[in-house]
């Protein structure tokens, strides 16, 4: 199992969801992508949908006014 990070804060769709894409496809099942995130459509509906529907658990949580913190599995 690794644990990767990834950065995206000043980006915004759809670079957000493509920066997403381009780690989880090359992770393993069990590996964690932890994102950080502040632009809300990215945070809380699209790459939340994204992860759950290509099999991914994700837990969505705010860390700061404004930034949010995605923690995805891939199963």
Do not use: F, Q
């Not at 990215?42 to 939340?48: G, L, Q, R």
């Amino acid at each position: 199992m690794t644990r990767r990070t990834l950065d995206i804060r000043g980006k915004v769709c759809p670079h957000c969801l493509i920066a997403v894409k381009k780690e989880t496809d090359t992770m393993k099942p069990g590996d964690d992508l932890v994102v950080t995130c502040d632009h809300p459509p990215a945070a809380t509906k699209n790459i939340p949908l994204y992860a759950k529907e290509n099999g991914m658990s994700v837990e969505t949580k705010t860390t700061a006014p404004g930034t949010w913190e995605l923690h995805i599995t891939k199963k």
